[in-house]
C-alpha cells in the first residue's frame, strides 16, 4: 500500500536560517473537564483553587492549579476562590522558546507564592522586572480569552 504525500502548500519564506509558512486548516477540540471552572473563572477576573471535603484528611489546604480529587485521599475537591495578590519564590526568562511558546521571548516566566495556597502558581510577568520577593497581583485577560492558562498573567503590586 503506497501512502501519498500530504498535499499542503507549503511556502518557504527565508534560505537562512530556514524559514517556511506553513497554513493548518484543522480545528482542535478540547475539554476541560473537571477544570472548567478554573478557566470560566479566569474569564470573569477570578482566580480559583480547590481543597479537600474528605474532613478526615487533615488540612484545608488550597491547591492552585486546582485538583479534582484530592491527591492524598482521592475524595472530591470544593472550589473556593484564591487570592489575587502573592510574591515571586523563583523566575525565569526564556530566550529560545520551542515552537508551541505563545509568550514572545524574553517574557519573564514566574513562580508565584500566594498566602494559604500549599502550591506555587507557574505563571508569567506581564510588567516590570522580576525579584524574587517582588509583590505581584494577577490581571485577567478578559477582552479577547484564550482560554488558557495564559489569560492569568501578573504585574508588581
Known sequence: ??????????EQLEQDPFVI?????WSHFHSYGGWGRFFNALRQSKLMGTRCRNRA???KRLWLPPRCEC????????WAEAPQTGRVFTWSVVRYPGELFKLPPG??????????VCTKLMSWLKEGEPQIGMKVRAVFNTQRPTNTILDLAWVPA
Open 71 to 78: 491527591p492524598d485521599c482521592w475524595h472530591e475537591m470544593e
Open 1 to 10: 500500500m503506497s501512502i501519498p504525500w500530504p498535499s499542503t502548500v507549503i
Open 57 to 59: 484528611c487533615g488540612e
Open 21 to 25: 509558512r506553513n497554513p493548518k486548516t
Open 107 to 116: 517574557t519573564p516566566l514566574i513562580s508565584v507564592e500566594l498566602e494559604g
